[in-house]
């Protein structure tokens, strides 16, 4: 299904069948001398229509460094091909470079082990399990913001705790879904995609995971990929004008399994500082990373609301899945733009490390999230772990 929807009021405009890039515009937080209808139609393509030149470019520059190759890698060809107006062939991957004019000779066959830099299977990562009378603590907030007139934002949060014999891991699962539509499509994807997903994974992992043996225990990342297709499959089904980001974390012991799609956030604050653990599907992202735009003139791009991946707009859809190990005494932060936009890392970690508990940390950035304009909903979810 190839259109572009104008996810803001009541309705939405489809682009001809013929034109393959399907592009998402979320209602824009921006100034008022942004339309506040997103974008154009117009004004998208004429953004999307100079990537291949500017990908053509970043493949050339890869001749002499494989570090600018790897960008057009980030990508998956799905999302390639909805940022593209023609042929959905960005960058070429088969070729070392855009400069290469010669076929190398073949070389003789080499094994796994022979190969420097080879990839060998490692152990699955275990997780550790909760020290007596030491668990995470949480703090939730949703706050509708100060401009709009309902919240498009949906949170999920839930905690376990089984102190037995078993010595089974501390389990949590945390879901901010952003919802994009008209005044009630955007909410009702939010919430059907939280809801869906803790379904979903409380069927398929929590209650297996009390009841089933060790290695009976089902893949958590491949659980948490297959709930979030789903909660697209049901948004596609149930709202079809709606959309919504969606960012999940399953948190089980130290680790930390992240599942996400579209601009939502998950960060990893600790002693080190603050990390952006995932990367936004967005059409400014797609630039920043091809140093056509810096972070400033990002902040401020009237196409910065545009996404090329959310639930709801493709019957099939890429996921990210990360899996991370939390230090002791980090925090793992779950958000919505409507925070991100208005604070920058500097003051998230300010906030959340001047605050008493998860809670007062969650309270603390809503309110100066509102206090700095409160453009768009504002939600957030910090896990605190142990130390």
């Not at 009390?210 to 948490?224: G, R």
């Not at 980090?330 to 300010?350: F, K, V």
Request: hydrophobic letters at 40%; proline letters at 7%; charged letters at 20%.
């Amino acid at each position: 299904m190839n259109f572009l929807r104008r996810l803001f009021g009541q309705s939405s405009t489809s682009i001809p069948a013929e034109k393959p890039p399907e592009v998402v515009t979320k209602p824009a937080p921006a100034t008022p001398s942004v339309n506040a209808n997103g974008a154009a139609a117009s004004d998208i393509t004429a953004v999307i229509s100079i990537l291949p030149a500017v990908e053509a470019k970043a493949a050339a520059a890869a001749s002499t460094s494989t570090s600018s190759s790897a960008v057009g890698a980030s990508l998956p060809p799905k999302a390639l091909e909805v940022m593209t107006e023609s042929a959905p062939t960005l960058m070429t991957s088969s070729t070392n470079g855009a400069n290469s004019s010669a076929t190398p000779p073949p070389e003789p066959p080499m094994d796994d082990s022979m190969m420097p830099g080879a990839t060998r299977q490692l152990p699955p990562i275990e997780p550790y399990a909760s020290k007596p009378g030491k668990h995470i603590i949480f703090g939730v907030n949703s706050d509708i913001g100060v401009v709009r007139t309902n919240n498009q934002d949906a949170i999920y949060a839930m905690y376990s705790v089984n102190l037995s014999v078993d010595s089974a891991p501390d389990f949590g699962l945390f879901v901010v879904a952003d919802g994009m539509g008209g005044h009630h499509d955007g909410e009702k994807a939010s919430a059907l995609t939280t809801r869906i997903i803790a379904k979903y994974i409380n069927e398929e992992f929590f209650l297996k995971l009390l009841y089933s043996q060790d290695d009976d225990s089902p893949i958590i990342s491949e659980v948490l990929n297959d709930a979030v297709l789903k909660a697209n499959q049901m948004v596609g089904e149930k709202v079809p004008e709606g959309g919504t980001t969606c960012t999940a974390a399953i948190i089980l012991g130290d680790l930390a399994y992240i599942a996400h799609v579209g601009d939502s956030r998950a960060y990893l604050i600790s002693v080190d500082g603050i990390e952006q653990i995932t990367r936004d599907h967005s059409l400014v992202q797609r630039l920043i990373e091809l140093d056509q735009l810096t972070q400033e003139e990002a902040a401020n791009h009237p196409q910065r609301n545009v996404l090329y991946r959310a639930l709801g707009q493709n019957e099939s859809i890429d996921v990210d899945t990360i899996t991370r190990r939390l230090p002791p005494g980090a925090y793992l932060m779950l958000c919505s733009d409507g925070l991100w936009n208005h604070l920058s890392e500097a003051q998230i970690i300010q906030l959340v490390r001047a605050a008493k508990s998860p809670q007062e940390a969650c309270d603390s950035l809503v309110a100066k999230a509102n206090e700095r304009g409160g453009l768009d909903n504002i939600s957030v979810i910090v896990v605190q772990i142990p130390g």
